[in-house]
């Protein structure tokens, strides 16, 4: 099983990495947690990966952090989270808040995550409230992009991780502007959750 990459960073995208090594392109799914930690395009970069082989497809999935990789395995251990949905939960909250969220029994918090209903909130705090002891890290931030006559890259990568999670891009240019008048600051991930809060 492959379990961990580093080589040439050939595209990013807020949900999607592919990574050159040894002459081989690695498609990777990413949460927009480790989007938000990685290098420009063209240098080298590092991820954890965890492999899934089923019958009829072979997919990665890679962390910046261990801690990321432990939560993500863990949210898939739970009965109704597929790999798809653990990325989703991991790119809705930072892995301290998570775990939080998890311990405290924070139902509210957990349902603001597209595609996790109470019924899933319910089982991750039930299954995993006693299994996060030791997990959480707070997030690195990425350099502060400045705002032009349009949208920036930063912009652009907040909407198409909206736009992947299911939001509809004139609800999510709504909710991006809501969040920057808010004064959250250009960190991308802080930027991205308060957005991601207001959509609709």
Do not use: W
Not at 20 to 34: H, Q
Not at 73 to 85: A, D, F, R
């Amino acid at each position: 099983m492959i379990a961990h990459l580093r080589g040439t960073l050939l595209e990013k995208h807020p949900n999607q990495v592919i990574i050159e090594c040894g002459g081989v392109g690695y498609d990777v799914t990413i949460p927009v947690t480790t989007f938000s930690k990685l290098p420009e395009q063209g240098q080298e970069v590092k991820l954890r990966i965890h492999t899934q082989v089923r019958e009829d497809a072979f997919a990665l999935f890679g962390f910046a952090s261990e801690t990321e990789k432990q939560l993500f395995e863990k949210l898939i251990s739970v009965s109704g989270i597929g790999p798809k949905l653990a990325v989703t939960v991991l790119s809705g909250l930072a892995a301290n808040d998570l775990v939080n969220a998890l311990r405290t029994g924070d139902l509210a918090r957990l349902v603001k995550i597209p595609g996790v209903g109470k019924k899933t909130a319910e089982r991750m705090v039930l299954e995993l409230r006693d299994k996060v002891d030791g997990l959480g890290a707070g997030s690195g931030a990425i350099p502060i992009v400045p705002r032009g006559p349009v949208f920036t890259a930063l912009e652009e990568d907040i909407l198409s991780a909206l736009g992947n999670l299911g939001c509809a891009r004139p609800n999510a240019e709504a909710a991006l502007q809501k969040a920057q008048a808010a004064g959250v600051g250009s960190d991308f991930e802080v930027l991205f959750r308060k957005a991601l809060e207001l959509v609709r």
